[in-house]
């Protein structure tokens, strides 16, 4: 699976490794929305940061004034600031969290409506060389990982960053000579934790990979469950991704292990140098060149900087490694489709007439760039026209409806739409005019109302219903529990075939388009399925201009025109009667997929087609 995962993503993603935090530099805009809310937090870690700083200040007045007969109205008053000051820090803390969490929530939720958003309008080029659950992955784990940098990592960040700086500076105040030793250690601590956060960026990008790689294959099993149980793959299944988890969790424990180090390395350099500071400072105390409380609270103040610091090479680590993740969700706000809208799209002629020419187009699909799907296709269809496309598998049936759609652009030649060039119009807008009905429609996971309303989401209940009855749908859908509410489940799977099909078909009806593609509608349904589903198509049919892909010889024999496509040519066009006097490639494939249609319609009988062997390309 990871030699596919990498086919995947391609030679440039090892240019992706060693990616710096400048990855997440995307995410600031997202950020920036919330100035308010930033600004409070901002405010909140001031005060915070304030309150402890006080803290050793009163400590030196107690411990150089304090302990005496007299000293101990001055240890009240001290202790009684104290708590103020606790209190003052306490509250400062828990805005500053509520601020800053309730900040990385927001800017999570508008990432994920972001890179989702785009996600709707790449073209499929995009998706041909991605695995859905791995873009799921990113979606969810990724978007998780940089929550915790918005909601938690900056946070500290900044918290330490104040601390560090106030300690510092309390610290040239209160004693000019430890501090320049402090001070000239810092680099001796910050250049090895800088250096080696390049090894953490790595592997935190390695271990989200290989998370997603698992997240994928996991999506495509469940996805699958019925054909993996039918050929008892269950426990191969599970032992795969295993497999994939394992690596998972390999790439994730060295992530940590490296994370790990750094930290430990820190925690030693750091401390130790503390250490060092305060015996120095304990030998200035003998000496008598600085008092007892001068020395605590340097040394206060040293901690607090220590700790910060130490903190901060933490943070560095959590935030290299949500740069990985950050990384990949920026992959998919930078991608910008290959199908696009023009600059100034031009609108397409009303009323709609429903006319479709294709002037020698050329197309080859971006995954096989050696072999060319359609190589100079050209034909026209006027309004109302019924034109079937047959030909063997892989001959460019398909294709031609996908650019029809504007799935893609073609390379070379021009298809039009009423005339008009689709390349200079917006692709939503061309769709608009176009229904598809295909071989595996799909069902979405809500109610049998909502499926059929995906064709015109405005449409009312007795539109709904008008349409499942001329789909010849509306029988088995009063049949169901709830009826039109009945939940249908995850790609439709309590719908028979032939009922999904007849969903898709009233979603069609309902969206009135003037131009209807049918890729193959009936090819995989019993017979009794297809004579409905026929029936309705019938009633589809009525008025539009249709291109349709099928084997049934009914259809194609309806059909006005019909195109015979072989690798990626138009070889015959004409009549069923016509192509069969010919005796050509037409003639050849009825032969093999018609045969008993052919033999049943000679005796007078419903012709019914046979299934071809070869699936749809």
Known sequence: MRGARDKTRGGKDQGRKTASLSALRPLIPFALVYRGRILAAFLSLLVASGATLVVPLAMRRVIDHGFSAEGASVIDAYFA?????????????????YTVVTLGERVVADLRSAVFRRLTILDPAFFDRSQSGEIISRLTADATQVKSVFGVSISILLRNAFLFVGAVTMMVITSPRLSILVLAAIPLIVFPLILSG????????????????????ASEAV???RTMQAFGMG?????????????????????????????????????ASVVGVMWYGAQGVLAGTMSAGQLSQFVLYAVFGASALGQLSEVYGELAQAAGAAERLGEILAAQPVVRAPPEPRSLPLPARGEVAFEAVRFTYPTRPEH???????????????????????????????????????????????????????????????????????????????????????????????????????????????GYGTMVGERGVTLSGGQRQRVAIARAILKDAPILLL?????????????????????????????????????????????????????????????????????????????????????GKEPRARRSALPAE
């Open 198 to 217: 390049r090894g953490v960026r790595r592997r935190s990008r390695a271990a989200q990979d290989r998370l997603a790689d698992a997240s994928a294959y």
């Open 372 to 482: 060319a799907a359609l190589d100079g296709v050209g034909f026209t269809v006027a309004r109302g026209e019924r034109v079937a496309l047959v030909g063997p598998s892989g001959a460019g049936k398909t294709t031609i409806l996908q650019l029809l759609l504007r799935f893609y652009d073609p390379e070379a030649g021009t298809v039009r739409v009423d005339g008009v060039d689709i390349a200079s119009v917006d692709p939503g807008a061309l769709r608009q005019r176009l229904s598809l009905v295909p071989q595996d429609p799909t069902v979405f996971s809500g109610t049998v109302a909502e499926n059929i309303r995906y064709g015109r989401p405005e449409a009312g209940e007795a539109e709904i219903r008008r349409a499942a009855e001329l789909a010849h749908a509306d029988g088995f859908i009063r049949a169901l529990p709830q």
């Open 519 to 603: 890729d193959e509608a009936t090819s995989a349904l019993d017979a009794e399925s297809e004579r409905a589903v026929q029936t309705a198509l019938d009633t589809l049919m009525r008025g539009r201009t249709t291109l349709v892909i099928a084997h049934r010889l009914a259809t194609i024999r309806a059909a006005d025109r019909i195109l015979v496509l072989d690798g990626g040519r138009i070889v015959e066009q004409g009549t069923h009667e016509s192509l069969l006097a010919d005796g050509a490639l037409y003639a050849q494939l009825a032969a093999l997929q018609f045969t008993d249609a052919l033999d049943e319609t000679a005796r």
């Open 81 to 97: 600031g104290l708590i103020g000051v606790v209190a003052v820090l306490a509250l400062s803390s828990a805005a500053r969290t």
């Open 223 to 225: 996805g699958a469950i």
């Open 235 to 271: 426990e191969a299944t599970a032992l795969r991704f295993a497999a994939a988890s394992e690596d998972a969790y390999v790439a994730a424990r060295d992530s940590i292990r490296a994370r790990a180090l750094l930290t430990g390395v820190a925690i030693f350099l750091i401390s």
